[in-house]
C-alpha cells in the first residue's frame, strides 16, 4: 500500500483516521513515504518483532474492513463492474473506429501531398524557366540594342540624337533587370562608358555650335541628346552660368582697363573717352551676341517637347528650378543686374568711366536702348511684335535700370547748366535771345524722351523749374506752348519730347 492510493482528505473512514494518529503507521500517509528506508530503519533497530506484529495486525485491520465493505456494497460492485465493461467494450469499438479514421486520414494525406508536393515543384521550375526565358530576352533586346548604338555611332553628328536614346534604353534595361555576370554584357562595359562620353562630348560641340551659328537644327539636337541622358537641367545650367560669366567678364575687363584709370595721364582726355566709346560699343556687341544667343536657347527650349508628356523642355526645366521660372528665362533680367552691380561699383575702380557715363548719359543710355532693341529684333526673326507689349517694356527697363546710377549725376548737372542762361535772360533786355540758350541746354534733355519713353515721368520733375522761372519773369509763358516755334526749333516734334512739353507746361 503506498500513501499515493490513499486520499485523507477525501476518506474520513473511523480506521483510517485511528491509524493515521497512530505513531506506528502515520509514516505511511506522509507524501514522501520510501518502503526501503522504512525497512532499513526496522532492521537496524532492536524492535523488529514489534514492528511486524503491528504491520501484521494493520493489515488483518484492513482486510477485515474491506471484507465488510465489499459485503456492505456488494450489489453496487456488481454494477459498477458491469458498467466497466461495458465502457471497455465502447471503449474498444471507439478505438477501432479511430483507428480507421486516422487510416484514411493517411490515405488521404498521401493522395494530397504528393500531387501538391509536385505542384509546388513544377511552379517552382515554372519560375526559374520564366525567369530564364525573361532574362534571355531583354539579354537579345540587350545585343539589338547595342549593335544599333554602334551603328549609330558611325553616323556622326547627324544620328547622336538616336544614339542617345538607344543609351536611354540600354541604361533603362539594365535598372529593370540585373544584367551582370552575363559575358557580353561585361564585355560592353567599357565600351558603353566610351560611348555615353562620345555622345556626351559631341552633343558638347554641337549646343556649342548651334549657339553661335544660330542654327536651331542643331541646338533642338544637341538639347535632345542631353535630354535623353537626363542631363538637360545640368547642362542648361552650366551654359547659362558660362555666358553669364562672359557678359560680366568683359564688363569687368572695361572697367578695369588701366587705359581708364585716372593715373594714366599719358593720353588725353578726349582721346581716352573716345577710345572709351569705342569700347562701349564694342561691349554693347558683345552683349548683345550672348543675349541673343540666350534667347535662341530659350525659343528652342519652348518649342522641344517630350513625346509622352508633351511637356515643353522649358516648362521641366521651370518646374525642376525652385523659383517656378528657369535660369534661361530669366537670363537678361539677371545679367543687366548683375551689369548695375559692377556700374555701381564704379568710383572705386575707374573714376573717369563714372564721369564719363555721368556727363554723357544720354549716349549711354541710347547704347543701352539700342541694345535692347537689337537683341529683341536678331532674337526674334519674326518680329518684335511676337512679343507682348508687357514683355517687351519689361525687357527695355531691365536695360535701363542696369545704367539708372548714372542719371542722378547727369539730371543734377544737366539742371544747373540751363539755369545759367535762364538768370542771364531774367536780367537781359532782350530775354528772347536767351530763350534760345534754354532751348539748346533743354534740348539734349528732351531727347532722353524720345530714346526712353520710360524715362520721361523723372525728366520735366528735374527741369520744368528753370522754364517756369524764367516764362515768369520775362513773360514769354505763352512761347512754350507755341507748337509751331518749337517745330522750328528741333524740326519734327518727336512724341516723347510733346508728352516732355506737355508736362513742363501744366
Known sequence: MSSKDINVDQCNHPLLTELQASDAYEQFFKDGFDASRFANNIIQGSTIADSLVQLSQGIQRLDAELRSQVSAHHDDLLRQATGV????????????????????????????????????????????LQ?????????????????????????????????????????????VTDLSGIDMVDADESWMADAEAQIYESAVRLLALGM?????????????????????????????????????????????????????????????????WTKVEQLMNKICSVAVQMRLLERVLAKKRDHASQFTYLAELAQASPTGVSNVEHFWKSLMIQIGQECAKLHTISPFIERAFQSEFPKLLRLMTELSTRVLQQSNPEGSGSMSSTARREHTRAGEEAIIVFEQAYLSHSLNRMFDPVQLGVWCCRPCRQWWGIVEQAYPRLTLAHQAPVRVACI???????????????????????????????????????????????
Open 85 to 128: 465493461q461495458h465502457l471497455e467494450d465502447v471503449l474498444k469499438m471507439i478505438s477501432t473506429r479511430v483507428a480507421a479514421l486516422a487510416g484514411s486520414i493517411d490515405r488521404i494525406q498521401d493522395k494530397v501531398h504528393k500531387p501538391y508536393t509536385k505542384i509546388v515543384a513544377r511552379t517552382a521550375q515554372l519560375m526559374r
Open 131 to 175: 525567369s530564364a526565358c525573361e532574362l534571355l530576352r531583354r539579354t537579345l533586346r540587350y545585343s539589338y540594342l547595342a549593335k544599333r548604338l554602334r551603328t549609330q555611332l558611325q553616323g556622326g553628328n547627324r544620328e547622336i540624337g538616336k544614339a542617345a536614346n538607344t543609351l536611354m534604353e540600354i541604361r533603362s534595361l539594365k535598372e
Open 212 to 276: 553661335d551659328s544660330q542654327q536651331q537644327m542643331q541646338l533642338g539636337t544637341a538639347l535632345q541628346v542631353f535630354r535623353n541622358l537626363g542631363l538637360l537641367k545640368d547642362r542648361v545650367d552650366e551654359v547659362v552660368k558660362g555666358k553669364m560669366e562672359a557678359a560680366v567678364g568683359a564688363v569687368k575687363a572695361l572697367f578695369s582697363d588701366p587705359d581708364f584709370s585716372d593715373s594714366n595721364t599719358a593720353t588725353g582726355g578726349a582721346t581716352r573717352r573716345a577710345g572709351l
Open 460 to 506: 520735366p520733375d528735374r527741369h520744368s523749374s528753370p522754364v517756369k522761372y524764367f516764362s515768369l519773369m520775362t513773360g514769354f509763358g505763352h512761347f512754350v506752348t507755341a507748337t509751331g516755334v518749337m517745330c522750328c526749333i528741333v524740326g519734327v516734334v518727336m512724341c516723347g519730347v510733346e508728352r516732355v512739353l506737355s508736362r513742363v507746361c501744366s
